[in-house]
């Protein structure tokens, strides 16, 4: 039996709200469960120096932890005067992420930048990060297409979301949360598009290795997770 | 007129919500209009080497925005590799204020260290994250009374709550927002008591210097505003 | 009693000596007792660049101390590989105070940098640093005026000196030195044109609270010395 | 067809020195193809503070590359003051891939810091450096055997190795050079113990996403040249 | 008796070993005994800002150690974000004395960076970097008169190589090792060219002053050293 | 004929004002000419932790230029957030002079560092800082010994000095001036004791390669000017 009583393929109860920032372009505060991520995507009239005069925008994401979204005060990374190797990790991954459904042609030569910022944590920030932050991007984009600067869906080529799986107590379960995932024998991300694609997979056994077949019942429970995600999304984007 | 419409010696509509965090030992989302400051109380069984066997406890602040909670994205300062002069000058004075209405002896060789993060910044984001990390400090105050670690009052000496006045179009006003604060003429921050000492004042001209019956009009300015951030701060803490 | 055996409205012995650098366009080494600052203005032709292409310049001040100024040696901060809070709070709030009596727009797309490097400490080093700062600026108009850059008394709008005035065993007292400064219930710093205009105020209570009327009284004082600041300033720089 | 006239099955040359280091507990040079890296184990007795009075001990990795490893010159990173995002990524892998063959108890309180610096680069640095890891790591495991401070096979619970494999032009390859990597559609790496259980799976979408099919060619391709590549361990070693 | 047997006048087994590297336009594996530095040379069609539109290039170096290239590992540069004095010494000394050989002019508005690593240290790793630096150098310029970018000796003004003497038990000799050099009473390193030109000279009493006659022998015993280094240059550069 | 007018063999005038500091323990204000560096030593009870319970103490130095002590201002390095190579070479050499006449069992464990800042430029300011470093090292251990703590002549061993000689024109000279400096074609540093032994030498070719005569030559002058430098040291220490 998992800590919250969930049966095994069940997420934790999502939401995503959107507008939530005065200043960004756009914006979705995502909550999975007790874990609450920020994110807000910026727009800026230009890009790094490698697309300069190439015609290609470039999305691109920063994470970030409040020092006391975690149950014990971390240092601050400004104060400590550099991003540990972990943020630097993560923040590669939701840009990678984002961008596997962009067309940065069609974007033109502009940058999207998506903060997600972990206001509260209890596992799974990361792939919240994604979920959320493709809800901020798309936000933007409709921004954008409001003052005729894009078409959203030449620039958006699908929907992306991201879970985690995991082997806790030697049965696979979905979207583990922070009780789960510290002791977990084997913990995976799935990063996968609306249409079933896989976009991102990332596992590690904690413990022991894990087998095939047990990766295999992973990554079914996940394409369940991003399935009900992705549905999610296209709720609050006001796509039915 | 005030661009907010507000008479001159109106704050904006001001909020505290406490227990927003599920590890902080105390937590306040503090709402000045629309500037969002989240604080977080973080009790730590350690003292600063300079404090060690002294019997003598601390408080200290951070500071720190979100990237995108002002107009234009700014840099991440974790991102930049250090914490810009302004935010080490802010989060220098929130300590002092704070430190002000504490008995650091009461408090026993412990530190409280109180996070102050900018969630959406619309001017005056320092007066309202002291006046919220009080809140915040206050509820971990009561955490440790609960479990008989401390007697809250014994810690507290006061209340300390901060506001910022400026003169606007030639016009003295309170609690000036971005609009106002970006074009004021001269601008000043004040911290004080619960029972109207002045912990602290930092007045600065931002075009040509001020007079002393000028800056006399922004004190009794913000005497009346931090009256009535007491008022909600005593409200909010359930102290009538 | 005052330990300098000062009465409570006396100045520290000042001096301020101007051509103490073969290289800067401008320099002073200003004294305020056993406090020594060596200010060093240095034009250059390239302004920030927020400022470009705008006809405006600037004025912008650095703050160093050597690390024996002090009583203990401190780091260096060079070594320490970042500027303190401290230093970073000092030299914005001296950048500040002698932008406020330019013209930048008069002083043309140039940018003079004002160095002050405390060489001895003893209580009043920024407040010494801004009154010698100054005449380290004037001094550099001097030179540009004599190679017809600009008219120094288009560019400079008049003086600005500082000092600091503070409660010491429950009275008033101006110019704190060390010893007063280290265990002073209230310390503040002022800064104030010749004209008598108020720049910039920072108070603090470093223990109880402080009342208005002990506020005003330590205005009182430091208008007094200002005054004889900028009398010292106009007999440097042969303005009589 | 390959760039490297390869059938899609086959690995590049492998070899693996052993006992290149004078200073090293135990060390090995490892090729895969041109990419070369050289890898040192060095024995301290210290753990991490979190480990201090465990009675276990610590397995890390740092990674690193020579400035003109690679086509173009990089910069030097101890040059820059930081390592990459791309480097911290790397080392944690490595390390989490070593640790997951040992018994951190057995080992005792000491730590072992496998250096992998890349001499030449050619695609598959990440995946040479895990492979060639084990080696160093178990050359030093049995240094320390012959000094009676453990024995080698308590410590280490079986072989690790490495190897990408990606979708080239449509087709399914094993061990990318670079040519192929930086024109690959996806790209994986696998980390195998010798008895095949997985330990770490990363796949990435390059371009469009990839399906569960796909996905499961190329783990079968890594599982046989991962068997080859402990196969080579094994010889290197004297395990026959 | 010198630890390693060898007469006082006589230098280690030296090797130097080109085309080592894929990448590099010049490269270089020398070796002083067991002390093993691998230098790569790289151009690059840039200048520092200085020498922009001057016509003339540059000839810098850089120098690093591999964490265990000597007895105890040391920590990484790159973790810990600077480099050291040490480190930077040596490169500035490197640099030089390959610029002391070369026409910047004839080389035109170009950069060539050599990269000296040492692999394994046993003394002597700087003297045995601008040795092995040269030939790198020199093929560097081989490969670009091979492309008629510049005729090789009309930038090359003649060879440089360089040599650590010491008085070892008050005995001058030459080519110290890390045994000799960890107890050597005075060291000193020479740089000179190939016509016995002296382009550097650093002296230092470790214990005792010397006096000028034993400087003068451990000159004598350099310009030995410096020619038979000049001499496997030369062979090794195909010019016999 | 020198820009100075001086001989070939002239130094500049010389001053060493002791007391200069009412907080260290030893100072000295020392002048080559228009060079000028402010030297503070200060005792410190505690040594670096290699020396820790050995009985011996330490002697190092730090070294500073004030950022308008040159022609045209240079970066300060603490806001750079590093010291350059340059300083740090600086440094090195003048604490491994320093120490080359102290005897650190005598000082027993204790920590003198002697910090050597630059108030103004012209050539010459590692010289002139090891100078009258020695002189500020002497009136600390003066201090000491007025305390008992050590006996001054039981610690130090000796005198210590340097000089900068060149070949200007042609001609060999002593003690360099920024004008000279600056387009001399070989420059050397000197280090020698009161006794005439060697401590250190450095000499550099700035243009084309010097011979065993001129270097002879410069170590004559050096030679020479130090032996005055001693003379001043003797004086100012009262030590006739």
Redesign the interface.
Known sequence: MRPSKRPNDAMRDVTMDTGV????EGSCLVRFG?TEV?C?A?L?ERVPPFLKNTGKGWVTA?Y?M??????D?MR??????????????I??LIG?SLR?IVDLQALGERQI?V?C?V??A?GGTRTAAITGGFVALSECLKWMEERSMVKRHDVLLGHVAAVSCGIYKNEPVLDLDYAEDSTAETD?NFV??G?G?????????EG?????DE?LNL?KLARKGIGELVETQRQVLGEH
């Open positions: 920032s005065r200043h960004a007790n920020l807000m910026s800026e920063e970030g409040l020092p006391r979204a975690t149950g005060r601050r990374e400004a104060a400590q005067g550099k991003q540990s190797g972990r943020t630097q990790e923040q590669r990678r596997s930048t903060d910022d206001l509260q209890d995976a996968m598009t249409a694609g896989i976009v991102e997979i990332q596992g590690t056994a022991a290795p894990f087998s095939e990766f990554l």
